[in-house]
């Protein structure tokens, strides 16, 4: 028994060992090598257009759809104004600009890009399809047109024959014109039996024909281009040559060689529903071959584009919106691109210069006689928003967005080389991109926010819904952080408490107190460790705080208060978590797509490369079923305890997939399941506070912070625009950023006061000191003690000025200058605000410097 003991603990790690191996072969090593023989479904079809050439048409009270089937490029007229919309630039052939493949490009309606190891290759389907009329177009049922197309470097099939007997040969030549039959014999090469000896590519002749070798054959050149291919099937046709003589020919060739290159499968479906266009490309029809994998496609690239001789602007969902005006000249600049939803922290990132992200999925184009605003519907998640003005590739204007279909990661095969493996995706997601067009027959972008409103109505869980009838404030207090301090001579990592639950209640009542109506608390920090929070599979409210007394005493005393209290949470990243805490790397961590755990680092600002030294130590994106437990046991050990609401860290603000191999969860897989998780809460009769505002989390939220009013500052942008806010005001109650932790808070207020926010302040009790040697810079503006006389003055001050407006539409909103605005409401109520160093003069109204000014409408 004994030796039989020593015998297996001498083996055990010889075991442990072979099973470390055979894992990493099952989850690492076999993975890699069988992404290789991925087909992402079936195989592409090729196309052909046999079809009238008579326009298809749809036709509505308001909309006149028609179709030119030989292009599939098509015209919308708005029968109203007789606006009427081109799918590509009328006078296209006329650009100076425009050269090649930028040229054919301006008359595609989609285009794909696939991945090589090469890298990224996009082809338009103009020069790739439509020319080569490698489509079909199905009309449907119920009225839509559906095109198909066949993308790539598709040989065009020519009626002339591959090859022929001699007799027949001098049958059709002989029907030809001398000049004629000479041009034909200068394409063909006669091969006789006898003779094949003497030809160097005997082997491959007998093999592609091999009748070759009883009978004399007249065999078209190998190097004829397709001009000439286009010249001599005329010659053919006239000869009398037709589709049944070239069957019977075809009939000497054993195998015919093509020159295709690699070929895409996309389908694009219109349809007219009322008043609206709705353009859908089903990925059930995006088709490749598995060593081209498609990676993106764009859907109608130039739809509305705009020439040098127009005047208008493209409308961007960055920020709460923007325009680039047409023309701008700012050919210097990067065109715009940024992505819905921020990144998908499924896919590795080796530096980050700007993190680009748009919360709702809206883009459009304003013309004085005339605007449209698409609302991307399906398969939001995928898509980026790109637009560029003219003179830089072509001269024309233009916005459209491009769709994420397989997404990659480059994989080190070995640190000894420079040699890097692309991995995929196992399979094109089932979605549906989803676009619908609105118009209008002006150029106001208040009127686009206002159909996006009311577009936003049609959902039933916003129908009814109201803002609260106070400007909201919220104040995020922040519990505990972790730093190490000193304990017995030695560092030790603790939490370190800078707001308690009492010192959370004793802010409450001085600001209650003071006459702030409207209070929202959002408690940072309370469980699991502080702000840097440990996975949530169980929730441990933190002693150092007051433990669970402390906390119900602090949510009965709010309740008493009549002030909102939020307690939040994150549950898509794990911080700091171990098997302790319930975490397992390997099985609970997210996958990229080169089935390395999903880690996440944290970025030089100076190099923009993965940082080691910030202090911040890296995390791991977690599985989404794992993080949506997570999220359940935040819902339910809230709801135990009696809490008001839940502050969701993630949800809303948020959204990555997880590419693990064996059990893929897509972008919109994720964004269903949060949703569904939004939906508990409210059921659990729970409020919720979310960050950002992601558009398809709004229905759900009592109180949306930190909205990035005003974007990212790209520099083709003229103009930034409320337009998001427009569309929601007196629908939800939403702030911006942090105003005592903005560069310049005053700067931050104003925003405030022309997106017509709410206030949004980070407060701690402790003084500024206790974030010495730890990783918590960002809260250097906190103490609460040093904007105690402040604070009070300002927000009275901006409730009292915008009272009565919180749940009013904003119904318009205009730049008077370069940094003058004014946003008014529907009672007539203006707000002007002046982010200039000088007062400003508007007709008898003086706005000061660096201020905000409410001028009361006819209706108070």
């Known amino acids: 028994m004994k030796k039989k003991r020593s015998l297996i603990l001498r083996l055990l790690p010889w075991l442990i060992i072979l099973a470390a191996i055979a894992a990493l072969i099952i989850f690492v090593f076999v993975p890699i090598y069988s992404q290789q023989e991925t087909s992402f479904g079936a195989d592409p079809v090729v196309y052909e257009y046999e079809g009238k050439n008579d326009p298809l048409k749809m036709e509505t009270d308001r909309l006149l759809f028609e179709m030119d089937p030989a292009t599939t490029q098509f015209t919308l007229t708005d029968k109203q104004t007789g606006k009427v919309w081109n799918s590509n630039p009328a006078e296209r052939d006329k650009d100076p600009v425009a050269r090649g493949v930028n040229k054919e ?48 470097k598709i040989e065009k099939k020519f009626i002339l024959p591959i090859a022929m007997t001699e007799e027949r040969y001098e049958q059709f030549t002989g029907n030809m014109s001398k000049k004629n039959k000479k041009q034909v014999s200068s394409n063909y090469s006669l091969y006789e039996p006898s003779k094949l000896d003497k030809k160097e590519n005997k082997e491959e002749i007998i093999a592609r024909y091999p009748s070759v070798v009883d009978q004399a054959l007249y065999i078209l050149k190998s190097d004829t281009s397709s001009t000439n291919k286009g010249k001599l099937e005329a010659l053919f046709r006239d000869a009398g040559y037709n589709e049944e003589e070239f069957a019977v020919d075809m009939e000497l ?27 859908e490309v089903p990925y059930d029809s995006l088709r490749c071959e598995g060593d081209y994998p498609m990676s993106f496609v764009s859907v109608l ?41 921020g990144w998908d922290y499924a896919t590795e990132r080796k530096e980050v210069i700007s993190e680009t992200r748009n919360a709702f999925p809206v883009f459009g184009m304003g013309q004085q006689d005339g605007s449209f605003l698409c609302v991307i519907e399906g398969a939001s998640s995928y898509a980026g928003i790109n637009a560029d003005i003219a003179g830089r590739f072509n001269n024309y204007n233009f916005i459209y967005p491009k769709y994420n279909v397989i997404h990659y990661d480059k994989f080190n095969v070995s640190n000894r080389t420079a040699s890097l493996l692309y991995m995929y995706e196992q399979a094109i997601p089932n979605d549906t991109v989803v676009q619908r067009y609105f118009f209008t027959d002006n150029d106001s972008y208040v009127e686009l926010a206002n159909i996006y409103s009311q577009y936003l109505r049609r959902d039933p869980e916003l129908r009814n819904e109201t803002a609260s009838a106070d400007i909201p404030v919220n104040v995020e207090l922040v519990g505990a952080i972790d730093k190490k301090v000193p304990k017995l001579g ?51 409210t933190l002693n150092e705080l007051g433990g669970d007394g402390g906390m119900k005493k602090l949510i009965a005393h709010a309740s008493d208060k009549g002030v909102n209290l939020f307690f939040d949470g994150i549950s898509c990243f794990a911080y700091d978590s171990g098997l302790l805490d319930g975490f397992l790397p390997f099985s609970n961590a997210a996958r990229f797509t080169t089935r390395e755990q999903a880690i996440i680092y944290n970025y030089d600002i100076v190099t923009y490369q993965q940082a080691d030294w910030s202090g911040m130590d890296p995390y ?11 999220a359940d046991n ?37 964004k269903e399941m949060n949703i569904n998780t939004l939906r508990d809460a409210v059921a659990k009769g729970l409020k919720i506070s979310i960050k950002e505002g992601n558009n398809y989390a709004i229905p759900y939220a009592d109180m949306i912070t930190d909205m990035n009013l005003t974007g990212n500052t790209y520099a083709i942008i003229d103009q930034r625009i409320p337009f998001y806010q427009i569309a929601i005001h007196g629908m939800k109650d939403y702030t911006g950023e942090s105003i005592n932790l903005a560069g310049d808070y005053q700067t931050a207020l104003l ?4 997106y017509g926010a709410g206030l949004n302040f980070t407060f701690m009790k402790e003084d500024t000191p206790v974030l010495q040697d730890s990783k918590y810079s960002c809260y250097r503006s906190a103490s609460y003690d040093r904007w105690n006389e402040i604070l009070t003055p300002l927000i009275l001050r901006y409730q009292a000025e915008m009272a009565g407006l919180n749940r009013q539409n904003i119904t318009g909103h205009e730049q008077l200058s370069k940094e003058v605005s004014v946003t008014e409401y529907a009672d007539g109520t203006k707000v002007y605000v002046n982010y200039s160093n000088r007062d400003y003069k508007d007709g008898g109204t003086v706005i000061p410097a660096r201020d905000y000014k409410v001028e009361r409408g006819n209706g108070q």
């Not at 060739?253 to 349809?271: H, I, L, M, T």
């Not at 791991?620 to 997570?630: D, F, G, M, N, S």
């Open 301 to 341: 690239p130039y739809f509305g584009a705009a020439g040098t001789d127009q005047e208008g602007y493209m409308l961007l969902p960055e920020g709460g919106g923007a325009l680039i005006r047409y023309n701008n000249g700012k050919l210097s600049q990067s065109a715009y691109y940024a992505n819905l939803y």
């Open 751 to 754: 925003e405030c006061a022309e």
């Open 253 to 279: 060739v054993a195998e015919a060689k093509s020159n295709n290159g690699p070929v895409f499968n996309a389908s694009v479906v219109y349809r007219l529903d009322g008043e609206e266009l709705v353009v």
């Open 620 to 630: 791991y994106l977690v599985r989404p079923e794992y993080a949506q437990k997570c």
């Open 634 to 670: 935040l819902i339910n050990a809230l709801k135990d305890r009696n809490a008001a609401g839940v502050a969701f860290r993630d949800i809303g603000n948020l959204l990555s997939a997880d590419y693990y191999a064996q059990n893929t969860v897509t972008r919109e897989q994720v």
């Open 105 to 152: 490009a301006l008359s595609s309606t989609l285009n794909v890009t696939y991945t090589t190891s090469g890298g990224e290759v996009e082809l338009n389907n103009f020069s790739y399809s439509i020319q080569n009329q490698n489509f079909e177009i199905v009309p449907g049922e119920d009225g839509s047109i559906r095109v198909n197309y066949a993308i790539g």
């Open 490 to 540: 030695m560092p030790v990592k603790s939490v370190v408490a800078l707001t308690t639950f009492d010192q959370a209640g004793s802010i409450i009542d001085e600001l209650k107190d003071s006459g702030i109506r409207d209070l929202n608390v959002r408690m940072t920090g309370w469980a699991n460790g502080g702000v840097w929070q440990k996975v949530l599979t169980g929730v441990h």
